[in-house]
């Protein structure tokens, strides 16, 4: 929930009611985003196409808490950008290695 210590996704979330997504993926880029039941449900991150296109998935599921929340299939796990390992052929497998044990999903 580390998110909610940026102001403009905070006052976003509080008036909106709504995600800043715009903000995240042309601003705030962030290299890595983890996405679990309530955040999954609540930034609907999985559904954006800029989501999909910017970020590649070192680890994903469907998530159920998450997918009763909304009434949809929601996805959620750890992510980081295309452009941090697209020169790197083998940082996506040295990143899972290291984080889970495992070159896999």
């Known amino acids: 929930m580390a998110w909610f ?3 403009t ?13 715009d ?3 042309n601003d705030v880029k962030p290299t890595f985003i983890l996405t679990y039941s309530y955040s999954a449900s609540l930034t609907l991150l ?14 994903e599921k469907i998530d ?5 929340i909304v009434g949809r299939t929601i996805y959620s796990g750890d992510y980081v950008r ?3 390992i697209e020169n790197r052929p083998d940082a996506l497998a ?4 290291v984080l ?6």
């Open 100 to 105: 889970y044990g495992s070159p896999e999903m």
């Open 46 to 59: 999985d559904s954006s196409p800029q989501f999909r296109q910017q970020y590649i998935p070192l680890r």
């Open 64 to 68: 159920p808490i998450a997918s009763d």
């Open 23 to 25: 903000y995240i993926f």
């Open 82 to 84: 295309h452009d941090v």
């Open 94 to 97: 040295q990143a899972r290695a």
């Open 5 to 7: 210590a940026d102001a």
């Open 9 to 21: 996704i905070a006052q976003s979330l509080h008036k909106n009611k709504k995600f800043p997504h």
